[in-house]
C-alpha cells in the first residue's frame, strides 16, 4: 500500500484537482489512503479571519464569506448541476465555524485558530471526494478528527500514537479493500473531540502518520518541485534535484527551514523503514527525490536553506553576573514555554543571544517574561543562511554582498546570519 499527499498548490483550483484525477489513474490502481491539504492559499485566508475576529471586528464574516464561496464555485465548475449537495455539505462545515465564533467565550488564540482554519482542509476534501465519486474513481470521505489523536496543544498538538494506531486499524483497512480513502492533513482531534492542528505546513506529517500505521510500503508527496532540491529555485539559480536522500540527511534538512517537507514528517517513517518520495504533480510520470534508510550521500551538492524575517533575541544580565547552566537551562525552557524555535543561538559570560522566527505576539510574550531579569536588545529583518556540504566558494558567493552579524560551523554545515549592508 502506498500513502499519497497533495499538497495546496495541487489542489488550488478546477483544473488542478482534475490533474489530481489523472494522476490517480495514470498510477496503479491499488486503493490508497490520499491525504490532502486546504486549497492554495486558503489557510493564509483563514488566518485572517482569525485575526480579524481576534481583534472584534465584524469583518471576519465577509472574508469568511467569500472563502466558502470560492469554494462554492470550484464545486460548481467540477460538478456542475449536480453540485447542490455537495454545496450543502459545504455550507453545513462553514455553519458550525460561523456558530463557534457566536458562541466562543475562549480568548486563548491557539484553540480559536484550531477550530477556525481547519475549515479548508475539510472543504477541500469535501469537494475532491464528491467529484472523484463522480468521475467513477471509488472513495470514502474520512474526518481525520476522528482518527489522529492528539493532546490539547493548539496550533502544534502532540500526536497520542497508541490511540491513533488503534482508530486508524480500526477504520480505515476495510474501507480500503475496496476504495480510495480521502482525509485531511494538517488537523487532527483531542479525546474531547475539539480540532487540533500539527502545525503549519502539517499535512506531510499526517500522511507520514497514516503512513505509520498501515504499515505502508511507501509515502508519496505530490508536489509544485520535479523532487528536493539543493536549494529554493524561488531564491536562488542553479539548482539541482537531489536523487536519493537518508532520512538523516532529510531530517538534517527540514530541522535547518528547507519547507520541501514537514520536520516531524521523517521520524514516524524511519521508525518503520518507509520510504518517501517526493514527486512532481505537473510531470507525475518523471522520477522524484527517494528519501530512505541508506540514501546516495557521495557527492552532495552544497544545500542552501535561506530562512527570511529571522530576529535576533540578546539577553544581557543586569547585574553582571554570570549566565550558569542552570540559568542557561531555564532561559531554553522560557523559549519552549512559549513555542518559540531556536533556529541558533550562542552564549557568552554574561549574555545569550538567539535567532528566533518573526512572531509578534509569541516574541512579545517571552519578552514579558524575562523582562525583569534581563536586558533585551531585538535586531529584525535578518536572513540565517545554512549550507550543508558547505565550501568556501559557495560561502563566499553567497555572503559576499552581506554584513554577517553571527556564524558557526561544523564538519558539514554553516550557518550565517546576516542583513544587506
Not at 51 to 68: A, E, Q
Not at 276 to 283: A, G, T
Not at 325 to 332: A, M, R, T
Request: hydrophobic fraction near 40%.
Amino acid at each position: 500500500m502506498h500513502v499519497y499527499k497533495f499538497g495546496g498548490a495541487s489542489v488550488r483550483s478546477a483544473e488542478a484537482i482534475r490533474n489530481v484525477e489523472s494522476i490517480l489513474r495514470s498510477q496503479d490502481d491499488t486503493s490508497k489512503p490520499i491525504v490532502i491539504s486546504a486549497m492554495g492559499k486558503t489557510t493564509n485566508n483563514l488566518e485572517n479571519v482569525v485575526r480579524l475576529y481576534c481583534k472584534g471586528d465584524d469583518d471576519y464574516k465577509g472574508v469568511l464569506n467569500k472563502i466558502v464561496e470560492s469554494h462554492i464555485n470550484i464545486a460548481r465548475k467540477l460538478l456542475g448541476e449536480s453540485s447542490s449537495e455537495l454545496e450543502n455539505v459545504l455550507n453545513e462545515h462553514a455553519a458550525k465555524v460561523f456558530d463557534f465564533c457566536e458562541r466562543n467565550q475562549s480568548v486563548h488564540y491557539p484553540f480559536i485558530y484550531d477550530q477556525i482554519v481547519s475549515l479548508g482542509e475539510l472543504m477541500s476534501t469535501r469537494i475532491i471526494s464528491y467529484f472523484l465519486n463522480q468521475q467513477g474513481i471509488q472513495n470514502e470521505w474520512v474526518d481525520a478528527r476522528e482518527i489522529i489523536r492528539t493532546d490539547n496543544k493548539y496550533m502544534a498538538a502532540v500526536v497520542d500514537f497508541e490511540m491513533t494506531e488503534s482508530l486508524v486499524k480500526k477504520k480505515l483497512p476495510d474501507l480500503l479493500n475496496n476504495k480510495h480513502v480521502i482525509t485531511q492533513g494538517f488537523i487532527a482531534g483531542t479525546s474531547e473531540r475539539f480540532t487540533t492542528t500539527l502545525a503549519r505546513e502539517g499535512s506531510d506529517y499526517t500522511a507520514a502518520i497514516l503512513a505509520y500505521c498501515l504499515d505502508a510500503e511507501k509515502m508519496v508527496v505530490w508536489k509544485d518541485v520535479p523532487g528536493i532540491l539543493s536549494a529554493d529555485p524561488k531564491l536562488f539559480d542553479n539548482t539541482v534535484k537531489l536523487k536519493e536522500l537518508s532520512y538523516l540527511e532529510a531530517i538534517e534538512m527540514t530541522f535547518y527551514g528547507a519547507k520541501v517537507i514537514h520536520p516531524k514528517t521523517i521520524k514516524p517513517l524511519q521508525n518503520k523503514g518507509i520510504p518517501m518520495e517526493v514527486r512532481s504533480f505537473m510531470h507525475p510520470a518523471a522520477d522524484g527525490t527517494l528519501i530512505k534508510e541508506e540514501g546516495y550521500t557521495a557527492n552532495i551538492p552544497p544545500v542552501v536553506v535561506l530562512k527570511m524575517n529571522q530576529v535576533l533575541i540578546t539577553l544581557m544580565e543586569k547585574d553582571f553576573d554570570f549566565v550558569s547552566q542552570s540559568g542557561l537551562g531555564e532561559i531554553i525552557k522560557t523559549f519552549s514555554k512559549h513555542d518559540i524555535k531556536i533556529n541558533m543561538m550562542q552564549n557568552g559570560a554574561i549574555s545569550f543571544s538567539a535567532v528566533v522566527d518573526y512572531n509578534e505576539r509569541k516574541l512579545q510574550d517571552l519578552i514579558d517574561d524575562l523582562n525583569d531579569l534581563f536586558k533585551i536588545t531585538r535586531n529584525e529583518k535578518l536572513e540565517l543562511l545554512t549550507i550543508r556540504h558547505f565550501n568556501g566558494k559557495k560561502l563566499e558567493e553567497l555572503t559576499h554582498d552581506k554584513e554577517v552579524l553571527l556564524m558557526q560551523q561544523t564538519r558539514h554545515t554553516v550557518q550565517v546570519l546576516m542583513k544587506e549592508h
